[in-house]
């Protein structure tokens, strides 16, 4: 069975300092990958997503990059955090455009 | 464009039955259900796709109008269990991204 990974589950970061959030998809292959913030209360906001290796498309132009090194390894990177990124980060797969797995999500705080 | 839902909260007693609803401006491919309790992930609930499809899940259900371009989600008899927070999400193609919802906020009460 296919399970999606994420880590961290919380993270207190300063403001400008650099972030690195990942995601691991087992059990599939070639998977399509997402990365979403919801802030508290709020719906989800698709930020970027990926149909295969180093092929990214982003959704929300701001601070965030994300990269996929491997068929199922997402990576959520920012250089400078802002206030303003603080949320709860969400990756998901799915397989071609079927239905989305979420995993666990990170809490991430700015302060 | 996101979708809209409506109501955006509802609060109802165990055993009371709730639609929600989900329109959207533009013609739709699909659209998914997805259920999410405070703090958690959100959770697959079913989707449908463009042709008038009805699915049911247990108590849960879900409809697609292709015409009106738009969804409805049915629970009959809601439990405890159903309490959260229902996002629609919407394809407009075959390879599109989904755009979801602002979120319907679902209380059930003893």
């Known amino acids: 069975s296919q399970t999606i990974h994420q880590w961290p589950a919380t993270l207190v970061q300063p403001v400008g300092s650099p972030l690195s959030l990942e995601c691991t998809v087992e059990g599939t292959s070639n998977p399509n990958l997402y990365w979403y913030r919801q802030a508290a209360g709020r719906g989800l906001q698709l930020l970027f997503y990926s149909v295969g290796i180093g092929q990214i498309s982003s959704e929300v132009p701001q601070n965030l990059s994300a990269s996929r090194p491997q068929d199922r390894q997402f990576i959520l990177s920012s250089k400078k955090l802002l206030l303003s990124d603080s949320g709860f980060y969400l990756c998901a797969w799915s397989l071609r455009n079927y239905e989305q797995y979420f995993g666990p999500g990170t809490r991430l705080t700015v302060t | 464009q996101q979708p809209v839902q409506s109501p955006q909260a509802v609060i109802l007693r165990e055993g009371e039955d709730a639609v929600i609803n989900c329109s959207s401006s533009?013609?739709?491919?699909?659209v998914h259900w997805y259920r999410q309790k405070h703090g958690e992930a959100p959770v697959f609930l079913m989707i449908?796709?463009?042709?008038?499809e009805q699915k049911g899940h247990d108590k849960i259900s879900a409809s697609f109008n292709e015409k009106k371009q738009q969804s409805s989600l049915y629970l009959t008899a809601s439990q405890l269990s159903y309490s959260g927070t229902y996002f629609c999400g919407t394809a407009y193609n075959q390879g599109g991204k989904l755009i979801f919802g602002q979120g319907t906020e679902l209380s059930v009460k003893p």
């Open positions: 533009k013609a739709l491919y699909s």
């Open positions: 449908l796709l463009k042709g008038g």
